[in-house]
């Protein structure tokens, strides 16, 4: 159990990697309050996965692009349960297009969900940590598209580089109030994000060819890594990025 009794709070978490970062920190003994914007049946589902284990959660709805969502997403979570030790930041949108004719609202949506939606979030998140005087623990599923680009992902890998970024600085002005925060670099992982582009049997080929562990990602791969960075066992990490990609980041031949 290395969450006994935490507070964890998780953005996205209606499906995904969000929902298994949710159910493994009830694994480990937390409550949980997970954010989402639309899957109704996907969060409730979360939340009865998470009772089923003994621990409480509530589903919050909200979008994060919206400022407002971020404060009332942690008072729900300090109603509910007294405080946040943890905070996860997974939300976030990948449309798929290309670059010369992209059109700017899918450019600013995925800039606004992925960038400011986690800004907003760890800002919240951060002042009620500092509040309660305890310290904490944010992780924020950046990418491994932080580190290398996509032709189809112009406007995607800017904003996973800068929630990898926004670690980095964070780690630096929350040092001092005993919060520590780092990121996780998912490769691919299977998911509703990636369903229609990895539908592509030649994509899906050269995707998984790329991997050296010998197959795609599974949101449960990434539950563990999340669970380690939230729990003091990483008492002394922070400002890191820990790529969870099967070795598709060094496979260069
Ligand atoms: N899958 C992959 O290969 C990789 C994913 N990632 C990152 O992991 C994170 C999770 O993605 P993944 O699990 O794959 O995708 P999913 O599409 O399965 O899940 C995305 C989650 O984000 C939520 N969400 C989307 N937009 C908003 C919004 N505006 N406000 C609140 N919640 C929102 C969705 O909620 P709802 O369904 O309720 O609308 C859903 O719960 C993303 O940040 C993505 O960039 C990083 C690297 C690789
Ligand atoms: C959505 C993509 O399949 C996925 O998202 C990322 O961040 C990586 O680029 C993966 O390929």
């Given at each position: 159990?290395?969450?006994?009794?935490?507070?964890?709070?998780?953005?996205?978490?209606?499906?995904?990697?969000?929902?298994?970062?949710a159910?493994?920190?009830?694994?480990?003994?937390?409550?949980?309050?997970?954010?989402?914007?639309?899957?109704?049946?996907?969060?409730?589902?979360?939340?009865?996965?998470?009772?089923?284990?003994?621990?409480?959660?509530?589903?919050?709805?909200?979008?994060?692009?919206?400022?407002?969502?971020?404060?009332?997403?942690?008072?729900?979570?300090?109603?509910?349960?007294?405080?946040?030790?943890?905070?996860?930041?997974?939300?976030?949108?990948?449309?798929?297009?290309?670059?010369?004719?992209?059109?700017?609202?899918?450019?600013?949506?995925?800039?606004?969900?992925?960038?400011?939606?986690?800004?907003?979030?760890?800002?919240?998140?951060?002042?009620?940590?500092?509040?309660?005087?305890?310290?904490?623990?944010?992780?924020?599923?950046?990418?491994?598209?932080?580190?290398?680009?996509?032709?189809?992902?112009?406007?995607?890998?800017?904003?996973?580089?800068?929630?990898?970024?926004?670690?980095?600085?964070?780690?630096?002005?929350?040092?001092?109030?005993?919060?520590?925060?780092?990121?996780?670099?998912?490769?691919?992982?299977?998911?509703a994000?990636?369903?229609?582009?990895?539908?592509?049997?030649?994509?899906?080929?050269?995707?998984?060819?790329?991997?050296?562990?010998?197959?795609?990602?599974?949101?449960?791969?990434?539950?563990?890594?999340?669970?380690?960075?939230?729990?003091?066992?990483?008492?002394y990490?922070?400002?890191?990025?820990?790529?969870?990609?099967?070795?598709?980041?060094?496979?260069?031949?």
């Amino acid at each position: 159990m290395l969450l006994k009794d935490k507070v964890v709070l998780v953005t996205g978490a209606s499906g995904g990697i969000g929902k298994a970062a949710a159910i493994g920190a009830a694994r480990h003994g937390a409550d949980v309050a997970i954010n989402y914007h639309s899957d109704e049946a996907g969060a409730a589902d979360a939340v009865a996965q998470i009772e089923a284990l003994g621990r409480r959660a509530i589903a919050v709805k909200g979008d994060v692009a919206q400022v407002e969502t971020a404060q009332a997403f942690v008072d729900a979570a300090v109603e509910a349960f007294g405080k946040v030790d943890v905070f996860v930041n997974n939300a976030g949108i990948c449309p798929f297009h290309a670059f010369l004719d992209m059109p700017p609202e899918v450019m600013e949506r995925t800039m606004k969900v992925n960038l400011f939606g986690a800004y907003y979030m760890v800002q919240a998140a951060a002042n009620q940590m500092v509040k309660q005087g305890h310290g904490g623990s944010i992780i924020a599923v950046s990418s491994i598209s932080a580190l290398v680009g996509g032709g189809m992902q112009t406007h995607y890998t800017p904003t996973k580089a800068g929630v990898h970024s926004l670690m980095q600085s964070t780690a630096i002005a929350l040092g001092k109030h005993g919060i520590r925060c780092n990121s996780v670099l998912p490769g691919t992982i299977e998911t509703a994000i990636n369903k229609e582009d990895l539908a592509d049997v030649a994509k899906r080929e050269y995707m998984s060819g790329r991997i050296p562990l010998g197959r795609l990602g599974e949101p449960d791969d990434l539950a563990g890594p999340i669970v380690f960075l939230a729990s003091d066992l990483a008492n002394y990490v922070t400002g890191a990025a820990l790529l969870v990609d099967g070795g598709a980041f060094v496979n260069l031949q």
